[in-house]
């Protein structure tokens, strides 16, 4: 199934964005050409982008990718431009986007898995994106945030009312989309259900929260930081374990020598894998949330995860389906039942976003947020 148009994007606007070049070397401010929208396609004027862990991951050369490139996925804005054929958004409509693209009509969108869309669309064969000379810039996970505005499919965009500002909105396009999703979704995790979290950055909080609401018995973070550990706890673990002690025999303490029914890997280091499967109770389930290096490896005895009934499930974006998943991520969050405002360590301009990664980077920020027009925040 494809969606490709031959649309030759002519027509366009000049944004602000912050270009990526090379691995580890500055993001440059520069001003860049963005196609109006083609049809099937949505322009949004970008409110407010958190940064991502995989954002860092590019910026830093962990993650290949094509250069020039624009990142940032986790966005809130106004719809500012339509295309042909959207008819379900009006100029002005608050929303969050995503980096989940889907065509609605492969195989896994008709089964209900957006999240593992096959289908090809006019925005993979020719990005919406030129810099100065012409040169194609490699729209970053399908949304290329840093920036004043995007052109993304209609697909991506998701309309929020107005009992949620947009930064904080934000956060359900990535972050808490894929923690919670992990939990609800990927695991589903049943009530009194003994809950180990390995890695306690901005979505593996998600996880934490995602676990509370769930029901479970004990919820466990690990983390070698310890605001991150105190964070969790704000978040709603039951108990924290800090890396460098002996971590199966605290949450063995923990669980009355049971284990844990699931394990959620939220950090990127490779080493959390193994570390997971040696904390599973027997027909335990092993969750991988976070993502590492590319070309990483790990070793597993199999014989021992089908001898203990053992599962191990990749979860990508918390296997969310977003037009059902984030409106009741808004109601949790109206209701009380969700905490995001706390997810945001702090909040910059776009000509400061060198700061904002490398705050980041330091494991100083849960949450960082490019704030690009202040004006449509609340």
Wanted: with cysteine.
């Amino acid at each position: 199934m494809t969606n490709v148009s031959s649309t030759s994007r002519t027509s366009g606007t000049t944004v602000r964005a912050a270009v990526w070049r090379e691995p580890r070397s500055p993001l440059s401010l520069e001003d860049v050409w963005l196609a109006d929208p083609a049809s099937g396609e949505v322009g949004v004027r970008v409110a407010a982008t958190a940064i991502c862990g995989s954002d860092l991951a590019y910026v830093d050369g962990h993650w290949e990718s094509p250069s020039p490139a624009v990142f940032g996925h986790e966005a809130a804005g106004t719809v500012d431009r339509i295309g042909p054929g959207v008819t379900d958004l009006a100029v002005g409509d608050r929303v969050v986007v995503t980096l989940i693209r889907s065509c609605g009509s492969c195989r896994k969108c008709r089964a209900g898995a957006p999240v593992g869309c096959s289908g090809r669309f006019a925005l993979d064969e020719r990005g919406p994106l030129r810099d100065a000379y012409g040169s194609e810039i490699w729209q970053g996970l399908g949304v290329a945030a840093f920036a004043e505005a995007v052109t993304v499919h209609r697909s991506q965009v998701f309309r929020v009312g107005p009992g949620i500002d947009l930064d904080v909105a934000a956060l359900l396009s990535c972050a808490v989309l894929t923690g919670v999703g992990a939990v609800r979704n990927t695991a589903r995790v049943a009530a009194g259900s003994f809950v180990v979290v390995l890695g306690a950055g901005g979505v593996g909080l998600n996880v934490v929260q995602g676990a509370r609401l769930a029901g479970a018995a004990e919820v466990i973070a690990v983390d070698p930081d310890q605001r991150r550990l105190d964070a969790a706890l704000r978040f709603g673990a039951s108990a924290t374990v800090a890396v460098g002690e002996d971590v199966p025999e605290e949450v063995r303490a923990m669980t009355k020598g049971e284990m844990a029914d699931y394990v959620f890997v939220a950090t990127a280091a490779v080493s959390a894998i193994e570390t997971g499967l040696g904390l599973l109770a027997r027909m335990g389930t092993l969750v991988l949330v976070g993502m590492p290096r590319s070309g990483a490896r790990v070793s597993l005895d199999p014989v021992t995860v089908a001898s203990t009934g053992r599962r191990i499930l990749g979860s990508k974006m918390g296997s969310a389906k977003p037009a059902r998943d984030i409106p009741a991520l808004v109601a949790l969050y109206g209701e009380g039942r969700l905490e995001l405002d706390g997810l945001i360590t702090a909040r910059y301009a776009l000509s400061e976003i060198e700061e904002a990664l490398g705050s980041l980077r330091s494991g100083d920020a849960l949450r960082n947020v490019i704030i690009t027009d202040e004006s449509l925040i609340a």
